[in-house]
């Protein structure tokens, strides 16, 4: 499932930052990619939310160190959800 | 072991005297907070004389001293010995492109800049910090060098290179006085300082806490800024901040989710101010006194203050947006239209500002036409143009309208778009221009348009900011095959506004 997850959120980001050659790693940092700043990092989290119909809480948004923790928090929502 | 009176006792108004009162009042009391430590107000003394002992034994002469630092802790105690010195302080961002600094530099003649770690941009003139244990008699940190100006800041300039504002002591005095007047802050709050040293809201946000014997937190270097500025508030309990009201706008989602109870004061700025948004900001900081200013690195950071309410502001707000209100007092305003005549309330035109808070020239007297003279009750005035449109309601609170040129706020900072155009047009070689446009948020994003060459997008993107700061740079670059023109032959800007992208 995690794997799935990657791929699309590699997608998304794809997307967002109009880079189709754009490769993502769970240990990738915003201060890692020069156009990730805060209104791209909302543009991201909501165009998530809105691919995998999950919303994601604020104590969760704060949480993210990196693209890993963004992918961890997305499959616990999916669970939740299918739960 | 120190002896902070005799330090101050020397000196007129400044900065390092205000902090010095604060170090014989609260010697273990917190000053600075970052990455998780204290420096009480005795340890930060302690650093601070470390780099006034490391000038004076270089012998350093210069009446404005440029620093160039990577942390804020470096910059803090930098600009704190730099004030004990004498010198105005000049900041040098690490952030902002090489080419900029060096331009700031050699336009400003700095001589001497105070690096902490090795530097090679700025050649001779590098003043690189090395350890200097401070011995007993260098506890009196009397100033060496005679200076009336502050600080020097460069804001974004239209003609394609930023211009310096010289800030002197009396125009900083005048802004504190204000705070110390109107306000009862003491060693009992917890300021947030979330500005680059080189925005003049620094000046307040970490200064104006020293003075009082407050605690400062300064912001972890890694993350995004504006979740980081909410973790700090929520977690470290702030008391008041001095915030862009971006901080609002992007968090506006997650506002239900967060509560900032010890919160008393929210000092906004340097952006249009919603009535709608601050709604919100209240109900997450529900005894907070919530205040919209105005002002301009040329007017000693703020100028101008409304304090916003719930019911009275839902009235008064223009098109949604706050006023920023009335001038603080010792300031004198006029509010000209086109042809340089008095506007009467309600009509728009042009604040000229004088008073002591108001700069009168830029470096090397550049810009002359933004300075006039006038004559009132006697007395010979210089005002300055701000180029900001207000107009005057019935309540004389003063409500923001636009600007008379191309400048905008982005996120806080002061952005010529024409300076980005004039590097563009450079890179290029082709007709080029800058638009301002809104995403779904109502956050604003650059666009440039740009005539077809054979560049690509990200070849000049890279070039131009080599050029210009991070924050200015466009999120797109549109090509275009001809640039459509108006009837006078210039870029027809609203045509391409019009344009989806």
């Given at each position: 499932m995690k794997q799935t997850i990657f791929e699309e959120v590699e997608q998304i980001f794809r997307t967002i930052f109009e880079d189709d050659s754009l490769k993502i790693r769970m240990d990738l940092t915003a201060d890692e990619v020069a156009m990730w700043d805060s209104l791209t990092h909302l543009a991201l989290i909501s165009e998530i939310e809105n691919h995998f119909g999950i919303t994601i809480s604020f104590i969760q948004l704060m949480a993210f160190k990196n693209v890993g923790d963004l992918i961890d928090c997305v499959e616990k929502n999916l669970l939740t959800k299918t739960n | 072991m120190f002896n902070f009176t005799e330090s101050c006792q020397t000196m007129s108004f400044n900065f390092a005297k205000s902090f010095f009162e604060s170090c014989q009042k609260y010697?273990?009391?917190?000053a600075i907070i970052t990455k998780g430590k204290q420096l009480s107000y005795k340890e930060l003394f302690f650093e601070v004389s470390k780099v006034y002992r490391f000038l004076v034994a270089n012998k350093v002469q210069d009446s404005i001293i440029g620093i160039y630092a990577k942390t804020d802790l470096q910059n803090a105690i930098g600009l704190l010995a730099i004030a004990a010195y004498g010198s105005a302080y000049l900041p040098l961002n690490p952030k902002f492109a090489v080419k900029r600094n060096q331009y700031i530099v050699e336009n400003s003649g700095l001589n001497c800049i105070l690096v902490f770690e090795d530097v090679s941009h700025f050649g001779e003139k590098t003043l690189r910090m090395t350890d200097c244990i401070p011995e007993?008699?260098?506890?009196?940190?009397?100033?060496v060098v005679e200076q009336e100006l502050a600080y020097v800041l460069y804001t974004s300039g239209s003609t394609g290179v930023p211009k310096g504002v010289p800030v002197s002591k009396e125009n900083v005095e005048a802004l504190f006085n204000f705070f110390l007047t109107n306000y009862n802050f003491s060693e009992k709050d917890r300021f947030i300082q979330t500005f680059d040293w080189t925005f003049d809201i620094s000046v307040l946000a970490f200064f104006f806490p020293l003075m009082v014997g407050a605690s400062i937190s300064f912001l972890p270097k890694e993350g995004l800024k504006f979740l980081q500025i909410l973790d700090i508030l929520q977690k470290q309990e702030i008391t008041a901040a001095f915030l862009v009201p971006s901080v609002a706008a992007l968090s506006k989602k997650y506002l239900p989710e967060i509560?900032?109870?010890?919160?008393k004061y929210c000092f906004f700025a340097g952006e249009a101010l919603s009535h709608d948004l601050m709604e919100i900001w209240q109900k997450s900081c529900p005894n907070c006194q919530i205040e919209n200013h105005y002002g301009l690195t040329e007017t000693a950071v703020y100028i101008t203050r409304y304090v916003w309410h719930k019911t009275h502001s839902a009235k008064e707000a223009f098109n949604g947006i706050v006023p920023i209100g009335k001038l603080y007092p010792g300031t004198k305003m006029l509010i000209l239209d086109k042809n340089n005549q008095s506007c009467k309330v309600g009509e728009i035109g042009e604040l000229c500002l004088s008073g002591k808070q108001v700069v009168t020239q830029y470096i090397n007297n550049d810009?002359?036409?933004?300075f006039f003279n006038k004559n009132r009750n006697g007395e010979r005035l210089v005002f300055f143009r701000t180029g900001d449109l207000v107009k005057l309601n019935d309540s004389n609170e003063m409500l923001y309208i636009g600007r008379n040129d191309e400048q905008i706020q982005l996120q806080g900072h002061r952005v010529e778009l024409k300076e980005i155009a004039f590097y563009l047009q450079k890179i290029t070689e082709r007709l080029c221009t800058v638009i301002a446009k809104k995403d779904v948020n109502g956050n604003l994003f650059l666009v440039a348009f740009v005539e077809q060459n054979e560049q690509t997008e990200k070849d000049i993107l890279s070039v131009l900011a080599e050029n210009i700061n991070q924050y200015m740079l466009p999120k797109k670059i549109v090509f275009v095959k001809k640039m459509p023109l108006n009837q006078n032959e210039k870029i027809d800007k609203a045509a391409l506004k019009k344009l989806n992208v």
């Amino acid at each position: 499932m995690k794997q799935t997850i990657f791929e699309e959120v590699e997608q998304i980001f794809r997307t967002i930052f109009e880079d189709d050659s754009l490769k993502i790693r769970m240990d990738l940092t915003a201060d890692e990619v020069a156009m990730w700043d805060s209104l791209t990092h909302l543009a991201l989290i909501s165009e998530i939310e809105n691919h995998f119909g999950i919303t994601i809480s604020f104590i969760q948004l704060m949480a993210f160190k990196n693209v890993g923790d963004l992918i961890d928090c997305v499959e616990k929502n999916l669970l939740t959800k299918t739960n | 072991m120190f002896n902070f009176t005799e330090s101050c006792q020397t000196m007129s108004f400044n900065f390092a005297k205000s902090f010095f009162e604060s170090c014989q009042k609260y010697p273990n009391h917190p000053a600075i907070i970052t990455k998780g430590k204290q420096l009480s107000y005795k340890e930060l003394f302690f650093e601070v004389s470390k780099v006034y002992r490391f000038l004076v034994a270089n012998k350093v002469q210069d009446s404005i001293i440029g620093i160039y630092a990577k942390t804020d802790l470096q910059n803090a105690i930098g600009l704190l010995a730099i004030a004990a010195y004498g010198s105005a302080y000049l900041p040098l961002n690490p952030k902002f492109a090489v080419k900029r600094n060096q331009y700031i530099v050699e336009n400003s003649g700095l001589n001497c800049i105070l690096v902490f770690e090795d530097v090679s941009h700025f050649g001779e003139k590098t003043l690189r910090m090395t350890d200097c244990i401070p011995e007993r008699e260098t506890m009196h940190l009397t100033p060496v060098v005679e200076q009336e100006l502050a600080y020097v800041l460069y804001t974004s300039g239209s003609t394609g290179v930023p211009k310096g504002v010289p800030v002197s002591k009396e125009n900083v005095e005048a802004l504190f006085n204000f705070f110390l007047t109107n306000y009862n802050f003491s060693e009992k709050d917890r300021f947030i300082q979330t500005f680059d040293w080189t925005f003049d809201i620094s000046v307040l946000a970490f200064f104006f806490p020293l003075m009082v014997g407050a605690s400062i937190s300064f912001l972890p270097k890694e993350g995004l800024k504006f979740l980081q500025i909410l973790d700090i508030l929520q977690k470290q309990e702030i008391t008041a901040a001095f915030l862009v009201p971006s901080v609002a706008a992007l968090s506006k989602k997650y506002l239900p989710e967060i509560v900032l109870p010890k919160l008393k004061y929210c000092f906004f700025a340097g952006e249009a101010l919603s009535h709608d948004l601050m709604e919100i900001w209240q109900k997450s900081c529900p005894n907070c006194q919530i205040e919209n200013h105005y002002g301009l690195t040329e007017t000693a950071v703020y100028i101008t203050r409304y304090v916003w309410h719930k019911t009275h502001s839902a009235k008064e707000a223009f098109n949604g947006i706050v006023p920023i209100g009335k001038l603080y007092p010792g300031t004198k305003m006029l509010i000209l239209d086109k042809n340089n005549q008095s506007c009467k309330v309600g009509e728009i035109g042009e604040l000229c500002l004088s008073g002591k808070q108001v700069v009168t020239q830029y470096i090397n007297n550049d810009f002359t036409e933004r300075f006039f003279n006038k004559n009132r009750n006697g007395e010979r005035l210089v005002f300055f143009r701000t180029g900001d449109l207000v107009k005057l309601n019935d309540s004389n609170e003063m409500l923001y309208i636009g600007r008379n040129d191309e400048q905008i706020q982005l996120q806080g900072h002061r952005v010529e778009l024409k300076e980005i155009a004039f590097y563009l047009q450079k890179i290029t070689e082709r007709l080029c221009t800058v638009i301002a446009k809104k995403d779904v948020n109502g956050n604003l994003f650059l666009v440039a348009f740009v005539e077809q060459n054979e560049q690509t997008e990200k070849d000049i993107l890279s070039v131009l900011a080599e050029n210009i700061n991070q924050y200015m740079l466009p999120k797109k670059i549109v090509f275009v095959k001809k640039m459509p023109l108006n009837q006078n032959e210039k870029i027809d800007k609203a045509a391409l506004k019009k344009l989806n992208v």
